[in-house]
């Protein structure tokens, strides 16, 4: 599961968010700026749930018949990695985890990537190319790099799931009304345990709308996809100028 290793490395820069925008101020600067950072919070979480509504699709399944047209071999799921199989993409989506909403955007040419996560109202930008990974907190102005051991090319490629999935059975799915064909996967992750992973896609364009991860009847991840696309912006990809930025130590 290539597309792992970036969902990985976003999730992680979303979580050390608030670490990385706090260094470096000053005690006066957390008092000044304590009633605009519950003000900023307030509209944000406003403006996310707007977004969410529109996006977020909820876990309650209703099952319907399933048209004659429908396939029950997996395909559809095996079909999206193999269209997306050169590594080169425009990914923008809500990844639900622990409770939060955190929306990602992932552009990529195969070869180097660009990462903007969004959490508590703070955006981390983050640029995988030539061996390093360097992430960036605008407000803050700083920036950390560390280097990136892994095979880059091979974190790249969008393969939502491999060989170590076992296929279970497709579904004809309704979701707030809106209809689906869900295709059903298990696998076993060092972490989570025995996952129930379904796939959703729209009947029509077979495009993948939501990806949902059980783990003992309960949802414990899911990422609903808004935009999957092979055109990117390749102005995205390239590292701006950090001069004006102040390097701090990578958090763990």
């Known amino acids: 599961m290539k597309a ?37 919070t307030a509209a944000t979480t406003t403006a996310a749930t707007t977004v969410e509504s529109d996006t977020v699709l909820t876990t309650t399944a209703v099952y319907v018949e399933a048209p004659s047209d429908m396939k029950t071999d997996g395909s559809y799921t095996k079909n999206f990695n193999q269209s997306m199989d050169s590594g080169k993409y425009t990914m923008e989506l809500s990844y639900s985890i622990l409770g939060m909403e955190i929306p990602m955007k992932i552009v990529t040419d195969g070869k180097s990537a660009y990462m903007e996560v969004t959490n508590s109202g703070v955006t981390a930008k983050m640029y995988l190319t030539d061996g390093k990974l360097y992430t960036l907190e605008d407000t803050s102005k700083q920036y950390s790099v560390e280097d990136y051991a892994d095979d880059i090319e091979a974190a790249m490629g969008l393969n939502l799931y491999d060989d170590t999935y076992t296929f279970t059975k497709t579904e004809a799915t309704q979701l707030d009304g809106v209809d689906y064909y869900a295709e059903h996967f298990t696998y076993s992750d060092a972490t989570l345990g025995d996952l129930e992973c379904i796939y959703y896609f729209d009947p029509t364009t077979e495009a993948l709308t939501k990806l949902s991860m059980i783990s003992a009847g309960s949802e414990v991840l899911s990422m609903a996809f808004t935009k999957i696309s092979d055109e990117i912006d390749e102005s995205l990809l390239k590292l701006p100028d950090l001069s004006s930025y102040t390097q701090v130590e990578a958090t763990e």
């Open 4 to 40: 792992k290793k970036l969902f990985a490395l976003a999730l992680a820069a979303a979580m050390s968010l608030t670490t990385l925008a706090s260094c470096g101020k000053t005690e006066s600067d957390d008092k000044d700026s304590s009633k605009d950072t519950k003000e900023t």
